[in-house]
Structure formats: C-alpha cells, structure tokens
C-alpha cells in the first residue's frame, strides 16, 4: 500500500467512525435560584430530544457543580475540574435560559466564564423563557457564546411566563412550541456533527 493510500484511506476511516457515533448534546439549566423552573423545561426539551434517536441527550445542571464566583478563588476547586471535564465531554449545547433584568441569570454567566477551551468550536441552541419569551436574555447570551467560539443556531423558541406556565411555577408548554425546538435541535446536531471534525 502506498504512503497516499495509508493516509488518506486513515483519514476516510475515521471520517466513517465519526459519522457512525452519535453526538453528546448537554442541556444546560441555566438558573440556580429555589424555585427555578428551568428543570421543568430542561425535561421538556429533553423528552423530546430523545425521541430523536440522533443524539446522546443529558441534562447538565450548573448548580450540581458548586461554582466559585469567577476571581474570587483560585479556581482549584473540584467543581471546576469536574465542570470542565463536563464540557470537554459534549459536542453541543442546549441551554435552558431565564430572563433576569433583560439578561441572563449570575450563575449562568459565572458558569460560562469557568471554562475556556472546553467550549470552543462547537455548537449551541438556546430554549428561553420570561415575560418577553427570554428573547432579551437569549440575545445577551449570543454576544458571550461568540466569544467563547460557540457557534449559536438560528432557530429560537421563546416560552411567555403567561402563556406556557400556570400560575408561573408549572410548566405547561403550547403544542406550537414542538416545532421549533424540532428545528432548533435539527440545526445543532448538524453544526455539532460539522464542528467536532474541526476539533479532531
């Protein structure tokens, strides 16, 4: 076999493999606060993300990690460790977002900006939710997710606090809302797929 036909016949062999596994897509809750309904949603997407069958789905809760403010400490702690072995495990994202004063909550930004390269080249959708659908959150979070060269998709669905939740503490979603979030997961497993043969 020649030098050119070992390479190249590696390089195809491994293009396969990665097509043949499925990607590791981590649905972040975005909120940490007693109360918080991002669980509800977070289960939601979740459901029906599984029933995709086109992606390995997981529910990643930043308040499980116990994240130090950002220079507050040395940044030694455990949970930062684990939280960056998180990341480096998933080809995308989904994050589950709360709109707190036109933005995004504390623990979410701290939670961005406790890891670096684990993030990057690799690709996010944003389900988010408030009394204008989180839109004002969510466009906050695209600026942070391009530094962090985290690829944002287009598609965006935005649940209303008066809508989708009774009473504003139980989720209950309108039917019209599965579209989107078919759509919006559609696009990430495409530029999660396209961006890991980046990072390989």
Do not use: C
Not at 58 to 82: C, H, M, R
Not at 164 to 180: I, M, R, S, Y
């Amino acid at each position: 076999m020649s030098f050119f036909k070992r390479i190249f016949g590696k390089q195809k062999e491994e293009a396969g493999k990665m097509a043949t596994e499925k990607l590791n897509i981590g649905i972040i809750l975005g909120s940490t606060r007693q109360g918080r309904v991002s669980p509800q949603v977070g289960a939601w997407v979740k459901e029906i993300a599984e029933q995709r069958g086109d992606a390995n789905y997981e529910i990643v809760d930043i308040a499980d990690y116990s994240l130090p403010f950002l220079g507050t400490t040395d940044g030694q702690e455990q949970g930062v460790a684990k939280w960056n072995e998180k990341l480096d495990s998933l080809d995308g994202f989904v994050f589950i977002v709360q709109e707190y004063n036109h933005s995004i909550t504390g623990a979410l930004k701290n939670a961005l900006d406790s890891a670096r390269d684990a993030w990057n080249n690799k690709a996010a959708g944003i389900v988010s939710y408030g009394s204008t659908g989180g839109a004002r959150a969510a466009e906050h979070l695209r600026g942070i997710l391009g530094e962090l060269l985290i690829a944002d998709v287009r598609v965006h669905p935005t649940l209303s606090l008066f809508t989708d939740f009774e009473n504003g503490t139980v989720f209950k979603p309108a039917d019209l809302h599965l579209t989107n979030v078919n759509a919006m997961l559609d696009q990430v497993h495409a530029w999660s797929g396209a961006l890991k043969t980046l990072r390989q």
